[in-house]
């Protein structure tokens, strides 16, 4: 608990009473700044993403032998920039609106490996983890072909280390098969709102899943004090990570290419709006800082959350950050919306987006699945539910009061038509057949 009552919690910002009734609701953040004094208050850079970008690039040979579905990407980890169109007339016809920007799927629902945003994070510090005991052991150099730690007997090495997890889905499938994939020994502590297939699908690549009855923050605690107990085991925490982060950032890089690839500018007069669903605040996060490294201010970055767990709306609107959770707004926390489930958001994320995220959106539940029938139909992609919630930023700017000043303000009314807008699809490759068929059916 915070330590201060839900009255006083709800005094703190003019949204929350809203939040805390459960409503779909639209915040700008009053705490927003310069993109450049913003960058220089912050204690991570553009080197360190660099850095990153280059470490994913040393471990390209590796994840090409691994994986051979990233042969044709060189083992690089990358998902398409896709145009919808058609979802863009579906939504302006079913929500009674005009969308004058050009509407893009940043499809990390297809990244390899892992199906989700998480192919970002989760694999990258499993590479990190990998790289600092091979060099320690003397395994490899940095300037080694990193294919050689693919050999029967690194993997060997690595079967004497253990990794673990705390997880609600999709972050214990990316850094489960990456750890099993590199010869770890690999453990993934889950919530109750983790899905079967999730669970299934892990130990179908030999990683132990523990399960817990309670929720998300249980089961990293849980999985923390167990990992903690075994100096041969490394624990990566979702909440805190400045690797997870920095794994998500190099998408920034990446898109700036894509973007040159697309003809598609990004200047002054061509503003960048990226939608991201959020969890703990680790992955829009991380792209976030990576999206305000490469654009700066020509890039507006917001955040979707379901309406019972905006943790980091909480976090943010009352500057707590993770001394609040949701259940002290007196929300349930619970929502279909898997990936999303989160109810105390991290206070590192939550740091680093006070002065660059523009503000945050939420969706209720049924509103997701409404949204992943209607981008199936309209485009034939499939995504999970919690990924739809990216949408909402698309429709919610022009609906909603604060919505319409913020583009006023910004200037950005006037360049609408020449502007894009990215909605970040986290997550959906994996799902299989049959969960998908229930997806269909499901009116909340
Ligand atoms: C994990 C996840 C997110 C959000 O990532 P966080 O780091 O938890 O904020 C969004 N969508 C999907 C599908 C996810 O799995």
Known sequence: MSGISRKELLA???????????DEVVWINPRRRPAAEALASLPLGMEDILDAEARLARFAPFIRLRFPETEPTHGLIESPLTPIPDMKAALEARHGIAIPETL?????????????????????EVLKHTE??????????????????????????????????GSTGNLGLSIGIASAAVGYRVIVHMSADARRWKKDLLRQHGVTVMEYEADYGEAVRQGRARSDAD?????????????????????????????????????????????????????????TFGLKQVFGDRVHCFFAEPTQAPCMLAGMATGLHSAVCVQDLGLSGVTEADGLAVGRPSGFV??????????????????????????EGSEGIFLEPSACAAFRGVTALWQSEPGKAYLEQTGLNDRMSQATHIAWATGGALVPEAEREKYRVSYL
């Not at 703190?12 to 459960?22: E, F, I, S, T, Y």
């Not at 893009?104 to 990258?124: C, E, P």
């Not at 600092?132 to 007997?153: F, K, N, Q």
């Open 132 to 165: 600092e005991l091979a060099l320690r052991h003397g395994l490899i150099t940095l300037t080694d072909d990193y294919a050689g730690l693919a050999s029967p007997e690194a993997r060997a090495f690595f079967s004497r280390f253990t990794v673990q997890v």
């Open 350 to 375: 939550g740091g680093m987006m006070e002065p660059l995220l523009s503000g945050e959106v939420t969706v209720r539940d049924g509103q997701l699945y409404d949204w992943m029938r209607l981008l």
């Open 12 to 22: 703190k910002d003019p949204v929350l009473p809203r939040v805390a009734a459960g």
């Open 231 to 287: 100096p041969d085991s490394y624990f990566i925490d979702d909440e805190n990570s400045k690797d997870l982060f920095l794994g998500y950032a190099v998408a920034a890089l990446r898109l700036k290419n894509q973007l040159a690839e697309r003809h598609i500018a990004v200047d002054e007069d061509h503003p960048l709006i990226v939608t991201v669903p959020c969890g703990v605040g680790g992955a829009p996060g991380g792209i």
């Open 104 to 124: 893009l799927l940043k499809q990390d629902s297809h990244l390899a490996i892992a199906g989700s945003v998480k192919a970002r994070g989760g694999i990258y």
